[in-house]
């Protein structure tokens, strides 16, 4: 049984080929759409040195097809089946973070050294961080985290919940959905 009802947003299938006839690695990516995608496809072939000559994109529905025809930034165009498999893996990886992983909580404190004992506390109570947003304003520093247990589970609600009330905070009732991210909370503390 899958628990993880967004899965399905983080799917991305990349296929890389090297094309020696055009001397180009053909990079196909078919991800369900969103805002910044191209953005974040475009940026990670960039960050990993490759150069983009030529590029497609296509949407049905709300699925997005991206093909680019790249290089590698340094040396000759030959096929390195390593290189390809750390390109894909890290194309995967920028498309599929956008949509983290876990159950949405909210922490507002106004001690601003209170994130080692809030790491801490949801440590020991088996529960990892997948994605971790840190926002201080004046006094006020708010984290929102998306935390699933040490399997990679959505955490059961009410744990989730008894931890947040012993940190000062309260447990959000939204996963991480479609927006990747959203939502709103906080508590007291």
């Known amino acids: 049984m899958n628990d993880d009802p967004f899965a399905v947003l983080r799917h ?8 020696p006839l055009l001397n180009y690695w053909l990079v196909t990516i078919s991800s369900r759409d969103r805002n910044k995608l191209f ?8 960050d990993m040195q490759y150069d983009i000559f030529h590029a497609t994109i296509d949407s049905e529905g709300d699925v997005a097809s991206q093909l680019f025809y790249v ?21 995967e990886s920028a498309v ?14 106004e001690q601003h050294d209170c994130v080692a004992a809030l790491f801490s506390t949801l440590s020991s109570g088996g529960l990892w961080i997948t994605r971790a947003d840190v926002r201080a304003l004046g006094e006020a520093v708010t984290f929102e ?17 008894r931890i947040c009330e012993n ?9 991480y959905a479609q ?7 906080g508590g007291g503390g």
């Open 12 to 19: 991305v299938d990349v296929v890389i080929q090297h094309s």
């Open 39 to 46: 953005f974040d496809t475009v940026c990670t072939l960039a």
């Open 71 to 91: 290089r590698p930034r340094f040396g000759e165009c030959v096929w390195d089946e390593l290189r390809a498999l750390k390109l894909k893996y890290m194309l």
């Open 96 to 109: 599929g973070r956008r949509f983290p992983r876990g159950l949405k909580v909210c922490v507002s404190s």
């Open 145 to 161: 985290l998306a935390l699933t247990d040490t399997r990679g589970r959505i955490p059961e609600q009410e744990h989730v919940q």
């Open 167 to 175: 940190l000062g905070g309260m447990l959000v009732q939204d996963i």
């Open 179 to 185: 927006g990747g991210g959203g939502g709103g909370g």
